[in-house]
């Protein structure tokens, strides 16, 4: 049960991780229409720098206080340079440009900072564990993330809710030529978008790094994941987001945690092992079929 | 008529200069230089770079020309290099690759065309075995070697309840195997995660629910990095030691693992401060001429370059004699680095295995040490299915 427990708060860390990474995705999708797979590269971007500010003057306040704007101006140079003009290109041609992105940046990574992994250090004021749940020591550092997560959530949603700005981006969603009208400046308004969403995915980047090898290509693993995510949340929607991120989250951890050990009630040992493992590496695939199948257009469609 | 009189001088003169410049020996190498793995084929290159510049350009006293392609860890890639290397230079010795998948691509054909595969790194379990061939020759270890040296070591530590980790694909599988070729207690777990997966934290909460006395790890590369920072993280290194072959643990990973990586064991063939005069000319040379200190993967390409110029050497440069060159090959006469080195019926090593310990260094960083041998003259499981 504790355990069960335990594995729950991992797959809530998982997913909030995802939940950074998809709402800008998510976000870019909504309101310009852009399928962004260089998106991984934000967060990598995110995670090297963090890394080689931490640990070049010993502080993560300072790394993410570098990181966090690193990330955010990439974005915006991404924009203003490549994507601007892939607005009006049909998906294909945004989704060749942006892997040539992805190639861009891995291979500029390696010429910066070389092809060894990275190293970066949790801060030390959340090195040690936590007994949240009485007899399970549990990680301060992933409690941070998990909150961490969380409060961006809520303040995602107020700005886009609650506020001015919010209210242009949820009006230049629904109907852009409309938005236009009535004076809002679009352009503008994509590239602060685009550059939020670059700054999230840094966000989740530079979390990622002292729990993860910090090397390039480390974007590609987690934007599989991430579009899993927004697909089954329903293309655009902060809120879908949200909700399938944990889902999704939940559902790869228990899945890893728990189906050998069910398998192993109904098969022989080492073929419940392997067959666990496999099933487990399906599990959000299969969640995300039988979601699609459910709901064509995820939980949360965006109004179109 | 004079033009076509020109045409033909020229032409003989460059056929003239080009039996010139073959009066060198030219290697193939076909190795891994770009993707995340691009170091290990670094390595590779550079320890063989470094036994050719030793002797001025010469391995053994012959001249040598070293082509080195990248096959970016794709295995058509291996094979249309090994294909160019053959048909269009010539080349009668390759070596260099560092992945398994790539070299069950790449190596039956190029041996049965003629041409001598040396391997400094990948060492499959099919091509020790039914698969093995005399123009195959292995200088670094059958894949399983350092799991199973590992598995011995913990053995005899008196752990007996170990939980077992692998990424599920057909090395991982093969690495578990290994272990357990010389394991002798109780598996308190054996799990398969996915290839490439980042967050570990579902199988260490499994993992110390299970309570077992030990956990032996196989997840080369990026894997084993973040396995390694979120074990300590969880608070477990502590409590739980951790053994794993020597990939996870060579000076260059270690840097990015940091404090999390002190005090595991891990099974290697070598380490920079193994007692032998070969090795201590090697290790020198090494950090003189790149600044670094070797890894494991540097002294299999130093080796490998070494035991082609004890053949070369032997042959006098003639390689055309293909039956006195593998003769030579088989052999062996070179000082290794490891020390002790000779070659089974499946041309795979004899070797003696060791368990090292990762230590902090003096100026802070992370090195390995040699805390015991623990085979003497091992050899590989594969060998009895080997007909040549």
């Known amino acids: ?11 809530l860390q998982l997913g909030v991780m995802l939940f950074l990474m998809a709402a800008g995705l998510t976000l870019v999708f909504g309101i310009m229409r852009l399928i962004n797979l260089a998106h991984g590269s934000m967060y990598m971007l995110g995670a090297f720098v963090a890394a080689t500010v931490t640990q070049a003057t010993g502080s993560f306040v300072l790394g993410l206080l570098v990181a966090l704007p690193a990330a955010a101006l990439a974005g915006l140079m991404v924009e203003l340079l490549v994507l601007r003009r892939l607005y009006a290109r049909d998906h294909l041609d945004q989704v060749l440009a942006t892997f040539g992105l992805i190639l861009f940046f891995n291979a500029l990574v390696q010429l910066v900072w070389g092809r060894q992994p990275l190293f970066m250090d949790v801060p030390e004021a959340l090195a040690g ?77 530079l979390m990622a790094a002292p729990i993860l090898a910090v090397e390039s290509g480390m974007g590609e693993s987690i934007l599989i994941e991430t579009f899993v995510v927004i697909v089954i949340g329903g293309l655009g929607s902060i809120r879908g987001a949200f909700l399938a991120a944990l889902l999704v989250g939940l559902v790869d951890t228990l899945g890893r945690a728990f189906l050998p050990t069910l398998l192993r009630l109904v098969l022989p040992a080492a073929a419940a092992d392997g067959a666990g493992a496999s099933l487990a590496s399906m599990g959000i695939y299969i969640l995300m079929a039988a979601v699609l199948l459910w709901r064509p257009r995820g939980l949360f469609p965006a109004p179109t | 008529m004079q033009n076509r009189m020109k045409f033909i001088i020229l032409l003989a003169m460059t056929f003239a200069s080009a039996v010139a410049a073959a009066q060198d020996v030219k290697i193939g190498m076909i190795t891994t ?24 350009g010469k391995l053994g006293g012959v001249g040598v020309e070293l082509l080195v392609e990248d096959d970016g860890r794709k295995p058509e890639r291996g094979k249309q290099i090994a294909e160019r290397y053959i048909k269009r230079e010539n080349i009668k010795i390759i070596t260099g690759i560092v992945f398994s998948n790539v070299a069950m691509a790449v190596v039956p054909k190029v041996v049965r065309s003629d041409v001598f595969y040396v391997s400094p790194n990948a060492g499959p379990s099919q091509l020790a075995g039914k698969g093995c061939h005399k123009n195959y020759f292995n200088v670094a270890w059958q894949n399983d070697n350092l799991h199973e040296v590992t598995g011995k070591f913990v053995t005899d530590q008196g752990f007996g309840n170990v939980y077992l980790l692998a990424p599920n694909y057909p090395a991982g599988k093969d690495s578990l195997a290994g272990f357990k070729r010389y394991y002798k207690g109780a598996i308190a777990g054996e799990v398969y995660t996915k290839l490439g997966q980042s967050d570990y934290s579902a199988e260490l909460a499994t993992l110390r629910a299970t309570k077992p006395d030990a956990v032996f790890f196989f997840l080369p590369g990026g894997m084993g990095i973040n396995f390694l920072k979120q074990y300590s993280q969880a608070g477990l290194s502590n409590q739980i030691p951790v053994f794993g072959p020597a990939f996870s643990f060579d000076d260059r990973l ?43 993967y540097a002294s299999q390409g130093y080796d490998a370059a070494r035991l082609i110029g004890s053949a070369l050497e032997a042959a006098g440069g003639n390689i055309a004699d293909a039956d006195a060159f593998r003769a030579a090959l088989r052999a062996a006469r070179f000082e290794s680095v490891r020390g002790a080195f000779r070659f089974g019926p499946n041309q795979h090593p004899i070797q003696d295995l060791y368990v090292r310990e990762v230590v902090k260094t003096a100026d802070g960083g992370y090195t390995n040490r040699t805390v015991k041998k623990v085979f003497t003259d091992h050899a590989d499981a594969y060998a009895k299915d080997c007909k040549m």
Not at chain 2, 256 to 270: C, E, L, R, T, Y
């Open chain 1, 1 to 11: 049960m504790l355990l069960l427990l335990e594995q729950i708060l991992n797959g």
């Open chain 1, 129 to 205: 564990t936590v007994e949240l749940i009485p007899g399970v020591p549990y990680p301060a550092y992933r409690l941070a993330i998990i909150s961490t997560g969380l409060m961006v959530a809520g303040a995602l949603y107020v700005l886009i809710q609650r506020t001015r700005l919010g209210m242009q981006i949820r009006a230049s969603a629904s109907n852009r030529e409309m938005a236009e009208a009535i004076g809002i400046n679009t352009p503008l308004l994509y590239s602060l978008v685009f550059a939020l969403g670059a700054l999230l995915a840094g966000l989740a980047g």
């Open chain 2, 33 to 56: 230089l770009s993707t995340k793995a691009g170091y290990l084929g670094e390595e590779i290159r550079d320890g063989f770079q470094l036994a050719i510049d030793r002797q001025g």
């Open chain 2, 254 to 296: 270690l840097k990015a693992v940091g404090d999390a990586a002190v005090g595991v064991h891990n099974g290697s063939q070598w380490n920079h401060d193994l007692e032998n005069v070969a090795n201590r000319e090697f290790v020198s040379a090494f950090q003189k001429a790149y600044g670094r200190t070797p890894t494991l």
